[in-house]
């Protein structure tokens, strides 16, 4: 069996076999399609067990569709450090980047971009030449 994950999911878009009529919806995002016959069907149960049918899966605003729970887990994730940020950006001017920021997690000190001083961060130093 094959698959085609369709984040966009525009009808008569790019992926051709979904066709304004289709409806896929956050509640029912799949159907399957048979490609020799262009027959399509809501559910396996519903498809002929002798064909070789193709899963079709799509949702229209796809990041809007996200489980709040994994929204409020990530939230709940950045909230613990913002206080470490805050006071190593603070801290930035008078004890230089490596120093301020060295309680800061890694991940969060690797996506600094610039630096106080106008210097790019840590994973970016090789765009300083053209600054």
């Not at 525009?10 to 016959?37: R, S």
């Not at 990041?63 to 006071?87: N, Q, Y």
Request: glycine share 6%.
């Amino acid at each position: 069996m094959l698959g085609i994950t369709d984040f966009a999911a525009l009808p008569n878009g790019p992926i051709e076999l979904l066709q304004a009529e289709d409806h896929v919806e956050m509640e029912t995002p799949y159907f399957l399609f048979n490609p020799k016959t262009a027959a399509k069907f809501p559910s396996f149960k519903l498809a002929p067990k002798d064909q070789t049918v193709l899963v079709y899966c799509g949702v229209e605003q796809l990041p809007a569709a996200l489980p709040k729970d994994a929204s409020a887990m990530f939230s709940g994730e950045l909230t613990k450090h913002i206080e470490v940020v805050l006071r190593a950006t603070k801290e930035e001017k008078s004890k230089g980047f490596e120093e301020a920021w060295k309680e800061v997690p890694l991940e969060m000190k690797n996506s600094v971009t610039t630096t106080f001083e106008g210097k790019c961060g840590p994973c970016f130093q090789y765009l300083n030449p053209l600054i």
